[in-house]
Nanobody, 121 residues
Framework: QVQLVESGGGLVQPGGSLRVSCAAS????????MGWYRQAPGLERDLVAV???????NYADSVKGRFTISRDNAKNTVYLQMNSLKPEDTAVYYC???????????????WGQGTQVTVSS
């Protein structure tokens, strides 16, 4: 099995910065894609950013130029640096990873438990 553990959420003022991290652990053979999604109250869970094993990344239009996703393959960890935060960025941020374990023939998708990010003065 694979576990994703997020950290780094919290309360920040508008215009501030925050970095969230997600570490994957377990019987990991390879990680294809790692990313971040977010879900605000009453809304669906939406993609924020995703980064592939080769290093290419995609972002939601709403965060382009403000958020940066990165990963440390040696640590099986993905980061999301969030700058110029806005109140509308307030949500629970979920880590997501597409992983092949040492006992599986196919990739499977895993989710973290979520970390709250609140942007408010």
């Amino acid at each position: 099995q694979v576990q994703l553990v997020e950290s780094g959420g919290g309360l920040v003022q508008p215009g501030g910065s925050l970095r969230v991290s997600c570490a994957a652990s377990g019987s990991i053979f390879s990680i294809n894609r790692m990313g971040w999604y977010r879900q605000a109250p009453g809304l669906e869970r939406d993609l924020v950013a995703v980064i592939f094993s080769g290093g290419s990344a995609n972002y939601a239009d709403s965060v382009k130029g403000r958020f940066t996703i990165s990963r440390d393959n040696a640590k099986n960890t993905v980061y999301l640096q969030m700058n110029s935060l806005k109140p509308e960025d307030t949500a629970v941020y979920y880590c997501n990873a597409v992983v092949r374990t040492t006992t599986q023939l196919y990739d499977y998708e895993y989710w973290g438990q979520g970390t709250q990010v609140t942007v408010s003065s």
